[in-house]
Nanobody, 123 residues
Framework: QVQLAESGGGSVQAGGSLRLSCAASGYTDSDYCMGWFRQAPGKEREGVALIDIDGSTFYSESVKGRFTISKDNAKKTLYLQMYSLKPEDTAMYYC?????????????????WGRGTQVTVSS
């Protein structure tokens, strides 16, 4: 079983920055594909960023150039550095692990999810 715990959310003004963290524990391989997803009020959950075994990263168009996903394998921790935040980035942010080395955006292929951390960006 894998446990994921997000932290680092909060309230910031537009243009500000935040760094989210996701600590993994339990039976997990630090090389597995991991990702960040978010769900805004009244909207479906969407993919934000993914990182695979090779360290290759993938981003949604809405965050490309502003967000950076990374991980520290020794600490089994996933990060999401967010810059130039916009009010439309307001959402609950979730980290997830796919349990395989390759990444797909399909949320159905991620069996492990954290409980989320709230990010609120005010204009």
């Amino acid at each position: 079983q894998v446990q994921l715990a997000e932290s680092g959310g909060g309230s910031v003004q537009a243009g500000g920055s935040l760094r989210l963290s996701c600590a993994a524990s339990g039976y997990t391989d630090s090389d597995y594909c991991m990702g960040w997803f978010r769900q805004a009020p009244g909207k479906e959950r969407e993919g934000v960023a993914l990182i695979d075994i090779d360290g290759s990263t993938f981003y949604s168009e809405s965050v490309k150039g502003r967000f950076t996903i990374s991980k520290d394998n020794a600490k089994k921790t996933l990060y999401l550095q967010m810059y130039s935040l916009k009010p439309e980035d307001t959402a609950m942010y979730y980290c997830a692990e796919r349990g395989t080395y390759t990444c797909l955006w399909s949320q159905r292929t991620f069996p492990y999810w954290g409980r989320g951390t709230q990010v609120t960006v005010s204009s």
